[in-house]
């Protein structure tokens, strides 16, 4: 499977993006997917993850409460709503695809088999 992230940019603290990954192939709805960021200088950190069905999602605790994540499988698309935006939200956001069955780290980078390219999100203070 292929993603493209979109929907980065600049915004203002207490503002609102909203980042979208489309995947390719008719078989999108078979995985779990995942948003992971990435600051200058430090390590790529989980920020939610859903899986397959849409049943359940997972969110890190630096994020809950701001940063829902959804899918829409009908359009092959993961979606990432990010509200009250930090300066310390500032990264480049990643989509990441799983296939096969859930996995219990899905915290995890190593867990995900696909990536996408990323999409800058800059928050002004």
């Known amino acids: 499977v292929q993603l493209q992230a979109s929907g980065g940019g600049l915004v203002q603290a207490g503002g609102s993006l909203r980042l979208s990954c489309a995947a390719s192939?008719?078989?999108?709805?078979?995985?779990?997917m995942g948003w992971f960021r990435q600051a200058p200088g430090k390590e790529r950190e989980f920020v939610a993850a859903i899986r397959w069905s849409g049943s359940r999602t997972y969110v890190a605790d630096s994020v809950k409460g701001r940063f829902t994540i959804s899918r829409d499988n009908d359009k092959n698309t993961v979606y990432l709503q990010m509200n009250s935006l930090k300066p310390e939200d500032t990264a480049v956001y990643y989509c990441?695809?799983?296939?096969?069955?859930?996995?219990?780290?899905?915290?995890?980078?190593?867990?995900?088999?696909?990536w996408g390219q990323g999409t800058q999100v800059t928050v002004s203070s």
């Open positions: 192939g008719r078989t999108f709805s078979t995985y779990n």
């Open positions: 990441a695809a799983r296939g096969g069955v859930w996995a219990v780290n899905y915290y995890s980078a190593y867990q995900y088999d696909y």
